[in-house]
């Protein structure tokens, strides 16, 4: 297929799943995946919830490519989010763009779930991840918290204009430090894929609030671009 009728084959498929959105409404996290190349894309399947296992929609180990129309979306290789066996992961943000899946993930998506707030994925919000690359089990906060349970530390995802303080104790209490997005002025997420990036090797996250409440500051080390899929092999 040459480049012309690889690009209206890319204009088709999201005037297709445009329309879809305008008639049954979406979450502001949607992913689609398809499994075939996106030259030739075949059946697909709509997501803009958390899916542990895609086996349960008849679309596990499936997925060639994909298409984000919004949000920040996660994709393992395992189901559960990689909980019970670690294995690839990657992860995408933006919006209206489609791209065929890596060597490492293409046929292997188990499970997919999204970061941030559930109603805008610039919205300000701390994602903590139990393990590096966003795997395994996640706590969530989009407001000062005394105690942020369960307790993790191994990578995590700092959404919006809002710079958070973390702890490892409870009630702002311990060894802290201040994590950033990657750009407060146009809100691009951070992504922290692990806890030396944000000087918590070894330790948990029991708090969390908003604002610099000290001098030890870290930022991404890396501003993960709009429309790139990142993976961990």
């Known amino acids: 297929m040459?480049?012309?009728?690889f690009k209206s084959t890319k204009v088709l498929i999201f005037?297709?799943?445009?329309?879809?959105?305008?008639?049954?409404?979406q979450s502001d996290h949607t992913l689609h995946l398809y499994d075939g190349a996106m030259n030739s894309p075949g059946s697909w399947i709509i997501i803009n919830n958390y899916v542990d296992n895609l086996q349960n929609s008849a679309f596990n180990d499936l997925a060639s490519s994909f298409c984000v129309v919004r949000g920040i979306w996660l994709m393992y290789e395992n189901p559960s989010y990689n909980s019970n066996f670690l294995?690839?992961?990657?992860?995408?943000?933006?919006?209206?763009?489609?791209?065929?899946?890596?060597?490492?993930?293409?046929?292997?998506v188990?499970?997919?779930?999204?970061?941030?707030?559930?109603?805008?994925?610039?919205?300000?919000?701390?994602n903590v991840y139990q393990v590096e690359w966003f795997q395994s089990y996640e706590a969530f906060?989009?407001?000062d918290s005394l105690d942020l349970s369960p307790y993790y530390g191994g990578s995590l995802i700092v959404t919006g204009r809002s710079y958070w303080t973390i702890y490892d104790s409870p009630n702002?209490?311990?060894?802290?430090?201040?994590?950033?997005?990657?750009?407060?002025t146009y809100a691009y997420p951070g992504f922290f894929t692990q806890?030396?990036?944000?000087?918590?090797?070894g330790r948990v996250i029991r708090s969390a609030r908003r604002g610099c409440w000290t001098e030890k500051v870290f930022r991404p080390t890396m501003v993960m671009k709009p429309d790139q899929l990142y993976t961990r092999n």
Do not use: K
């Open 87 to 108: 294995g690839a992961s990657a992860f995408y943000w933006g919006e209206n763009y489609c791209q065929d899946l890596p060597t490492g993930l293409n046929n292997q």
């Open 2 to 5: 040459n480049m012309g009728s």
């Open 195 to 201: 806890a030396s990036e944000f000087g918590f090797s």
């Open 110 to 126: 188990s499970s997919v779930r999204y970061a941030g707030s559930p109603y805008s994925f610039q919205a300000d919000a701390l």
């Open 141 to 143: 906060t989009a407001s």
């Open 172 to 184: 702002y209490q311990g060894y802290h430090v201040c994590v950033t997005p990657a750009d407060i």
């Open 15 to 25: 005037l297709n799943f445009l329309a879809f959105s305008l008639i049954h409404g």
